[in-house]
């Protein structure tokens, strides 16, 4: 087998759709057709079953992939090994979870391009579970998220605590004047939500209702027209222009602080820009 035959294999896994894995990887899709059968002849077995929209992995390709996302990434730490013999240099493609990228990240990022500028840096949000699959699934090479963490594959730091703070509208001067929650979260899977659904539990205040809504300017909005309530860091609510048209109220330390975590996989070849950028995020 070649490297390219399994990053074809790997596009097509993971989009589902040879079409959609031609265009990720700039190709006719009769060549990743092609490929994919001759991949198929020379292990003597089929890898996907064809379906009008798309594909969908057989039991054999999915054998393959684990093998695939470990040959690929031991070719790249290889070559980034290789290639990291001076200063930090390269691409780095960190996820975060919106709030942090929001207040948290803006600064340090600045500092870590001033720093190494050779370092092609990307990042991408979204919710804790969703950056926690695609850290596993080799899309991105370090994430900072929030909430429990079990998987034996990453490996676990702290980077910062959060006050989590209750965002309701102006006129609520205590939370418990409240009656049938509507909690106005960006996610429904991210890690505030459950934090903020632990002590509703807590507090007997049920029944609550959650609505996703997909901005943080959209939960504030929303808020100070009394359409629910949020629970957000302090840092990113704690504003002159925020306060003037919402209510912010602290909870008990248990349920009030949040942690954020930075993770990433366990290596003994960490790059020069993965150290570089975890020595800047994470709490010493």
Known sequence: MEISDLRIFLAVAQQGSISRAAEELHYVQ???TARIKQLEERLGTVLFH????GVVMTSSGQLLLDYAQRIIRLTKE???VIRDQGEPKGRLLIGSMETTAAVRLPPLLASYHRLYPKVELSLVTGSSAELLKRLLDYQIDGALV??????EALLVEKAHEEEMVLVTPPDVDDPGQLANFKILVLRADCACRAQLEKWLHSTGRLPYQIIEIGSIEGIIGCVAAGMGVGFMPRSVVDKAHIRKICALHSLPDHFGTLTTWFVRHHTDNTSR??????DLVVAE
């Open 30 to 32: 009769s060549n990743v």
């Open 50 to 53: 064809r379906k009008s929209r």
């Open 78 to 80: 290889a070559e980034e």
């Open 146 to 151: 929030a909430g429990e963490i079990s998987q």
């Open 273 to 278: 820009a993965m150290q570089a950028f975890r």
